[in-house]
Every structure is written in C-alpha cells, then in structure tokens.
C-alpha cells in the first residue's frame, strides 16, 4: 500500500517535472522571440513629447495668446479595480462639482482606457496627482490661452478638441506656430507606471515660431468697445470695423460684434465665430461713390467747380427712376460729393467708358481676394462690362450692383488717400523662431498704383469737406481734422430690396493733410437712424478721438492749435484727456529681477509677458485677474518659494507713456 503511494507521488513529481521541462521548452526556446517582444511591448514604449505652441504678440510686443500646463487623468480600465474606482469617483467628484456616479458610469465604459478628466487646471489637478493606484494615470498637456478673452478673437482663431488651429492666424500659420513633437523611450513596471526615461533615445520637441501682428491691442480694443457700444446703442444685428494704415496696409484693428471668446469657442454659434469682414459681403452704396469720383477726377472728365442739373432729387434715367435723400436742383462736383448725390454721379459716371470704368474699380481692388493671410476671404462680385445691363454703370456709380467684403472697401480707400497706391493689407510683422532667431519678415506689399497722386490729393480735400459741410458732419472732430464718406444702402431680402432693412456705414480718415489711419465702420440693420451719417459717423469719431488720445506724441502736430494752446504739457510730457481736457501723469514701466531662484520678485508695474516668463522660470502658477499693467501680487515680493505657490495677479490699464499695454 505504502510503495503504492510512494509510486503516485513519484509519477506525479515526474509528470509535474516533465511539464515545467516542455513549458520552459516551450517559452524559452519555441516562442521565445514572441514572449520576449511581448514583455518589451508591456514593460517599455515611446511616449510623444507635445511641441509648446509658438506665442503670439501683437506689434508693440504685448502677449496676446499663450500656453499654459494642464493635466488630463486617465484609467485604464482592465487594469482599475472597482474599489479603487470608487475612491478615485468620490475624489474627483469633490474636486469637480459633479456626482460620483457621473465618473462611476463613465468608468462603466467598454473601452480600455478613458479620460476621466480633460486638461485640468493646475491648481485643481495637484492633489489628484498623487493618486496611486494600478491603472490610473496623468499626463501633462498645454492649454492654449487668450488672454484678453474676446480681444482680436477673429484675427487669433481658437485651438479646437483635436488640438488643430482653427480660423484666424492660429489656423493659418498652424504648421509653423505647432512645431515639431518630439518623442522618449520609457520603461513601466507591471502597474503602467512610468519608472525611468531612456535619456539617449529623448527625440527633443521643438517649439513653434512666435508671431508679431500688426495689430495694436490698444486701437483694438478701442474698436471694439466702440462698434458694442454702437451696435447696443442704435440696435444693429451686428457691427464690423477695420482699421489700417494706409501707407502701407497693415492691419490694426479688426473687429466684428457679436464675437466669441476662443477660450470658449464651443459656447458660440457660427455666426460669432465667422469673420464676417473677410467673409460677408454687401452692397456699399454711397461710399463708392468716392471711387467714382476718383476715376473721372483722373480721366479729367469732371471738373469740381462745374454744376450739374440734379432735378430736385428725381431723375428717369432710361428704365428706371434714381432718387436722393436730401433733393437739390443743382450743385457742383464737390457738393455732389458732400450731399451725396445719387443723381449727380449717376450723370457723371455716363461720361467714362465701361471698360475704362472697369478697369479703375478693379483697380481699386474688387472683385479679386485681397490676399491678407487669414483663412475663409472671399472675393467679392465685381462683373465685366459686357455683363452690364443698360443701367449699370449708372447703379454701380452710387453702390449697386457690386458686392464687397469690408476689408476691400478699406483697402480701396488706402488707395485713394494714401497717393494713389494700393498695398496689400497685411496682418503679420515677424516671424521668429522659439530660440529668438528671426524666420521672416514681412514688409509693406505695394500692388499698383490706381491713380495719380494729384487725383489722390484732391480726393482727400473732397472728403475732407464731406464731413466739415456734408452728410458726414457727425464725425467731425475739433480736436483733428477728419475726412471720410458716409454710406447706406438697403439690403437684398428674398430677392428684393428691403425697406427696413439697410447697411449703414461710414469709412473715414486722419489726420486729413497727413492720413496716418483709416477706419471703416459698417452696422448691420440698425433699427435706429438707418444712415450711415446718423450711427456710422459718430462711431468713426469716437474710435478716432480715443486714438489720437492713446498716441497723443504721434499726432500732437496735427492737433487743433486752439486745443494746444488751451492746453499746457507739462514737463514730463504727460499724455491728455482729449474728452475732459487733462493730463494723465505717466507710470514707468519696471522689467522683472530676479534676485534668487527660490524668493519672489516684484512685479508691480511690470508687464504681465515680463512676469509670466519670470514665475514660468521659477516653477511659480499664476492666475491673471484684469488687462494692462501689474498693480498687485498676492505673493509678497522677497518671499521664499517653495514650488506649491499660486501668485493672483491683478492688472490694470494704465496710460504709460514709453510702453505699450
């Protein structure tokens, strides 16, 4: 019985031994190769390295979009045990102001692995970090940031879900503002954890270019305060406005109201998001008429002081009747201008050819992109000559039957001030390179000249006089001398042209004997005023006044001798409030020392780039409450930093004279 039993161990020993033998067999030497690439594959793998977006600045060097360090948590469901999901729902849902059983169920899911939460903030993340648990995991991920929320929002564009630029520069220049990631070779231990980083297989991230605009941040936000205020104040649908230079394009303001905050772009419809100054076009109406004028001015088909018949406001012209506002029986070719004859350029524009009339408009740009290096332009409808109906010519001359984005409107009317020249509006300054190396430059394009510089200098002159005695009086300023045309024309609504419905807009310059900016408001549907003289107008003065008052030094020659005199600088040169006639006494703007590595600097009176490089430098998170310049700090300057501190900061907008908020 004994030996019995001694022979069933023995055998079972045998067969145990006999089958660890085949499996070692088995795993060692059959599939070896198999089980080996397995546990490489488990134990190691290439994690992406993101590339830091490139920053964006606006042409005085103020910070306008940058990056921020969030976290995204994950769970790796077949590896998460239901305990520990519990305990991670409870935490999270405390953290997040949400149920537990929202990550609950969400930990239900059937897939592998989650995300828990999406690009968390720092602040809220810190604590849910030193979670340990087998299958739980973070990773660290930039968040792009706006900093002045819906500030230039359509010029920027957003980052969507998928990390993509989308609209505006950020979708543009995507390629060159995304960089290179890169990539590291890591080895994880049976829980998923990271344990060591292969340095030598580290494939470095290269960070994007960082962009100048052409923008100001300034006179954009004077824009936009100033079209809200408007398009509230005489009940428009919607309100548009650009600002150029005209001596050589460039862009420095770009607005349009409704807008969005990109750093909330899902929470706004397609209508907000649009740029509707590339995208949207209409019928312009009277402020074509100063293209009209411009082109038999150059033809010298006209001269100013002749005087024509305008038929006390009602003209038959072949099939159809052309009215005006306000009837004359005759003016010259200056007050047709001034009083905004339909009639009078109606008559003069029979006395150039079509062709050459074509030519000329073209000229001025229509009908073709103007190639500004934002996505979505159209090119507006500018048909050939042999496309005309017996009438026409007679519509187009007043605004009819041509249709124009707002950023052509304006580009036109560069041309028509700035000498005769037409340029290519431009948005970007510089491209440089994350290390500071310059990639491109972007100079003023001139594409052709349109008229003579004797047409252009009497253009100015002409319009000049349109808002001294003329329809566009509500923007004259005593403080500089302004010109511009006023514009209204009705909207196309199912087909026909509405009565209710009209696009009030005025397109104005200064200073008149030197146009160092031209500005062009466009209100859509205003339910009060409807002319473009009664709620355009007085926009374009407001945007100009507080403008001259923002670069007070840039246009002090050309201010109203009465007001100099009236008015005495003092000897620090302390800029003036041209709307209560006082001085505001500049603050100097201070850069950021850094003392030591673990003490805080002083920020008050700095930039707020200035100290987001500074704390970005010493590991310090920050929150930013407020625009401008730096006028408190929650951490006490000299302070010694132990790496957990989050600084508030709170800024203002001061006038500082020498720097640029």
């Known amino acids: 019985m004994n030996n019995s039993r001694a022979l069933i161990v023995i055998g079972s020993i045998l067969i145990f031994f006999i089958a660890l033998v085949v499996k070692l067999v088995d795993i060692q030497i059959l599939h070896a190769e198999e089980y080996s690439y397995n546990a490489q594959r488990q134990q190691t ?20 979009v940058y990056n921020r360090t969030d976290v995204s948590f994950f769970a790796d469901l077949r590896m998460l045990k239901q305990s520990d999901r519990k305990e991670i729902a409870k935490l999270f849902a405390k953290k997040f102001n949400r149920s537990s059983n929202y990550y609950l169920n969400m930990m239900k899911n059937s897939k592998k692995t989650i995300c828990i939460e ?40 957003y980052i969507n879900n998928e990390d ?107 209508f907000q998001r649009r740029n ?50 306000h009837p004359h029986s005759s003016l010259d070719v200056v007050g047709i201008l001034e009083q905004s004859s339909n009639i009078g350029v109606a008559k003069l524009v029979q006395r150039i050819d079509d062709e050459k009339y074509f030519k000329y408009l073209r000229g001025f740009g229509f009908g073709n992109s103007t190639s500004l290096t934002l996505p979505g332009e159209t090119a507006g409808k500018l048909r050939k000559p042999t496309e005309w109906s017996k009438v026409s010519k007679a519509y187009l001359s007043f605004g009819y039957e041509i249709s124009v984005t707002p950023l052509q409107m304006l580009a ?39 008229i003579s510089t004797e047409t252009s200098d009497i253009m100015r002159d002409l319009l000049g006089g349109v808002v001294k005695n003329g329809t566009g009086k509500k923007a004259f300023s005593e403080f500089i001398s302004i010109g511009g045309k006023t514009g209204t024309s009705q909207k196309l609504v199912d087909g026909s042209y509405s009565k209710q419905h009209y696009n ?16 062009l408001i466009l209100l859509n549907s205003p339910d009060q005023g409807r002319y473009g003289g009664l709620v355009a107008a007085p926009i374009f003065k407001n945007v100009a006044e507080r403008i001259v008052q923002n670069d007070i030094e840039k246009f002090q020659e050309y201010l109203n001798p009465d007001l100099m005199k009236n008015l005495k600088f003092a000897e620090d040169n302390s800029e003036i409030d041209i709307q209560n006639k006082t001085q505001i006494k500049p603050i100097s703007v201070r850069e950021v020392k850094l003392s030591s590595k673990n003490k805080m600097p002083d920020l008050v009176n700095c930039q707020i780039k200035d100290a987001i490089y500074a704390l970005t430098k010493l590991g310090v998170k920050y929150k930013i409450k407020g625009t401008g310049i730096i006028t408190s700090q929650s951490i006490t300057p000299g302070q010694k930093l132990s790496g957990k501190e989050v600084c508030i900061i709170e ?10 908020l």
Not at 231 to 247: H, W
Not at 509 to 515: A, T
């Open 651 to 660: 800024c203002s907008e001061y006038r500082v004279r020498g720097a640029s």
């Open 276 to 325: 509707r100054a590339i995208t949207d076009t209409y019928e312009p109406g009277s402020t074509f008429k100063s293209f009209t004028i411009a082109s038999l001015l150059d033809q010298k088909l006209c001269k100013l002081t002749e005087k024509l018949n305008l038929e006390n406001g009602k003209y038959k012209y072949k099939s159809v009747n052309i009215r005006d506002t």
């Open 412 to 450: 036109g009317y560069c041309a028509l001030i700035n000498g005769g020249v037409l340029y290519e509006p431009q948005l970007i300054q510089r491209q440089v390179s994350f290390d500071g190396e310059l990639v491109n430059e972007f100079e003023p394009k001139e594409i052709r000249r349109v």
């Open 164 to 270: 993509a630029g989308v609209m505006g520069v950020s979708e543009f220049y995507e390629d060159a503002l995304n960089g290179e990631d890169g990539s590291r070779l890591i080895h994880k231990n049976a829980l998923g954890e990271i344990v060591t980083v292969d340095d030598e297989a580290i494939e470095p991230a290269i960070s994007g270019d960082n962009f100048y605009l052409t923008i100001d941040k300034n006179y954009q936000l004077i824009l936009e305060e100033e079209i809200r205020k408007g398009v509230e104040e005489y009940g428009a649908v919607s309100g548009t406005g650009i600002i150029m230079n005209p001596n050589t394009g460039e862009v420095l303001a770009l607005a349009n109201i409704d807008d969005f905050n990109p750093n909330e772009y899902w929470s706004f419809n397609d």
């Open 118 to 157: 999406k690009k968390a903030s720092g602040d809220l993340a810190e604590s849910l970090k030193k979670i340990k648990r087998a299958g739980f995991f973070y990773k660290e991920e930039p968040t792009r940031v706006y900093h002045y929320n819906n500030l230039a929002s359509h010029i920027l564009g």
């Open 504 to 519: 009030s807009s005025f397109v104005g310059f200064f200073p008149v004997e030197n146009p160092q900016v031209v500005c």
């Open 45 to 64: 793998g290439v994690e992406k390295i993101s590339a830091e977006r490139g920053l964006i600045y606006d042409r005085n060097n103020v910070l306008l």
